[in-house]
């Protein structure tokens, strides 16, 4: 069983940049994809970028060129690169693994302050 815990959330200014992580314990070897997922208040969850395990990676078009997703297979990560932050940005970000169903962390709060 898989399960995810996140890290690096925060509040930065806009245009600032933070760099969030999900580490993964348990076995992965199932996994068809992973990425991120974000909640803003009062709205539905969207995501925000995704990885499959083939390396096909595909952003939200609000992120594209600012939010980079990255793996590391040893470490058992998935971590988003975002720069350029703005207020629309502000969420809570959750990292998520598609094995036969999705897998969620508990998410980490981002807030960019205008």
């Known amino acids: 069983q898989v399960h995810l815990v996140e890290s690096g959330g925060g509040l930065v200014q806009a245009g600032g940049s933070l760099r969030l992580s999900c580490a993964a314990s348990?076995?992965?070897?199932?996994?068809?994809?992973m990425g991120w997922y974000r909640q803003a208040p009062g709205k539905q969850r969207e995501l925000v970028a995704t990885?499959?395990?083939?390396?096909?990676?595909n952003y939200r078009d609000s992120v594209k060129g600012r939010f980079t997703i990255s793996r590391d297979n040893t470490k058992k990560t998935v971590d988003l690169q975002m720069n350029n932050l703005q207020p629309e940005d502000t969420a809570v970000y959750y990292c998520?693994?598609?094995?036969?169903?999705?897998?969620w962390g508990q998410g980490t709060q981002v807030t960019v302050s205008a």
């Open positions: 998520f693994y598609l094995v036969v169903n999705y897998v």
């Open positions: 348990g076995s992965i070897d199932s996994v068809n994809a």
């Open positions: 990885m499959t395990t083939g390396g096909q990676i």
